[in-house]
Structure formats: structure tokens, C-alpha cells
């Protein structure tokens, strides 16, 4: 019984890397950076990409699809900060998004008009490190309020993104949060992983975020 149920697993995990493959093509074929925003609940991957959207929404030519296991909060506040449309994902218990979900969600999108795409995975920090989206890349979003411990906790989630964004960086004089131990955390599990620090609040910080992905767009063009 115990083989079988790994047996099941890995066909799963095993058509889930096919699909990704797909979706990775289809996005290369069509010029568009994807980047998968995972943290655990309440980082402030939404808040992120409201700001994102209000300032380089229509110059980047972003879409956005977003997963939660209920409701489709996340999707209602992006779409009041674009025109565009923002595709929702109810995984109705599911703790992760998965490749055939935002296969199916980019059909509805248009994607010749879209340079970059945001895929806002459900908030958790073990699941989603595990399913391969067809992303270029994974970037977690680590709040200053979870403590600096994290990513020796759930390793897997900083191993697997190329980018970490470090935010709520407006409450640190409030908190006994260690910021140098933080990184150096992160980057024991991940040397290359590349850090930006931000309060998606207040907006500072949100500069280099910015011109990042200015930076990753016209990377993307010019390949
Ligand atoms: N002080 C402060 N609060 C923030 C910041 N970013 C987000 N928040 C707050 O954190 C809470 C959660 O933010 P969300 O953007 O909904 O977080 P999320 O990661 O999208 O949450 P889930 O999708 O539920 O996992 C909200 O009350 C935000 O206002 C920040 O930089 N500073
Ligand atoms: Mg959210």
C-alpha cells in the first residue's frame, strides 16, 4: 500500500513537470517573463503586487493570476488597480497552484499584450516549493514579521526561488527581528539568492523592484 501511494505521487508530480514544460514554452514562445510570488499567508504578496501594478502595470504590460485555496479576495483588490483582467484560481483546498491551473487560467489571459506575468501561489511555505508552474522563476516574499529563522525552517521554498523579496522592512524598529541573520540564514540554504528589501506599505525599497523588472523584461526581448 505504502509503494503505491508513491507510486501515485510521482505520476503526479511526473505530469504536473510535463504541463510546466508546456506552459515554460508557451511563455517563451510568447516573450513573457512569469514569476511565481510564494510566501506564507499574509507576507504581503497582494499588497506587492497592487503597488506593482499602479506603477509599472501598463508600462510592463503585467497579468496576474492568483490562487488561494477560498475566495477570490486577492483577484478583486488587483483587478481595482488594473484594466486588465486578473484570472482567479480557487484550488478549494488544495495548498499550492499546479501547472494544468494556470495552463487553463492563461487561455483566458491576453497574452500578446503581456510582457510580464505575476502568478500569486497560495500562501504557504511548503507546498508550493514543490510544484514547478512553468515559471521562469520563484520569488518568495519573506516578511520581517515571521522571524529570521524561517529559512532554515523551510528550506526547500528558499532553495527553490532565484529572488527574495524581504518586506514589511516599515515595522523593523518595531520588532526583534535580526535583518543580517535573516540573510545569512537565506543564503545558507541559497548563496545566489538575490534579495530586495521593501515595504510594499510605504513604498520603500519598491525602486529597485521596480527597475528589476524593467531589467527582466528587456532581458527577456533581447533573448
Ligand atoms: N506594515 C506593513 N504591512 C504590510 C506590508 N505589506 C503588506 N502588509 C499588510 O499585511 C497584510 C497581508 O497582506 P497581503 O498583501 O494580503 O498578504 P498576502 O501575502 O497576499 O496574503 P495571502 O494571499 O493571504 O497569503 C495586510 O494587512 C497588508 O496591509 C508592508 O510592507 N508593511
Ligand atoms: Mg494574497
Known sequence: MAVRTIEVR????????ELAGQVR?????????ALNLVSSPGSGKTTLLEQTLEVVGEELDVAVVTG???TQNDADRLARRTRRLVQAVVTGGACHLDALQVQTALTALDLEHT?????ENVGNLVCPASWD???ESKVVVFSVTEGEDKPLKYPKMFREARYAVLNKMDL???????LSQAVANARQVNPSLRFFFTSALTGEGMEGWYDF???RVRACVAS
Open 213 to 215: 523588472l524593467r531589467e
Open 68 to 70: 488561494d485555496v477560498q
Open 133 to 135: 508552474l512553468g515559471e
Open 25 to 33: 514554452e508557451h511563455l517563451r514562445q510568447a516573450g513573457i517573463v
Open 10 to 17: 510521482e505520476r503526479v508530480m511526473a505530469r504536473n513537470d
Open 115 to 119: 510582457r510580464l506575468l505575476f502568478i
Open 172 to 178: 523593523l524598529p518595531h520588532l526583534r527581528f535580526d
